[in-house]
């Protein structure tokens, strides 16, 4: 359920969205490329690293003001 959910009922976010939805050999899945090992260990990295900076009080590299 975490990782599945069906949405063939669901309204189509676009136009050509919902065409393709309609084709019987189309087959549409999420984009799963940031769940790789070496996404998350990234992801990892760079959260413990912004904590690391904040708490030194130096600049924080991904900061979004």
């Keep these: 359920e975490i990782y ?10 676009s136009h050509d969205m919902a065409i393709l939805n309609e084709m019987p050999n189309v087959l549409m899945l999420s984009h ?3 769940y790789t090992e070496e996404a998350v ?9 912004s904590c690391h900076c904040f ?7 991904w900061q979004v003001n």
Excluded: G, H, T, W
Aim: without cysteine.
């Design 4 to 13: 599945y959910r069906d949405q063939k009922y669901r309204i189509a976010l």
């Design 41 to 49: 260990r990234a992801m990892v990295r760079n959260s413990l690293l």
């Design 32 to 34: 799963m490329a940031f």
């Design 55 to 61: 708490e030194e009080n130096r600049p924080v590299p």
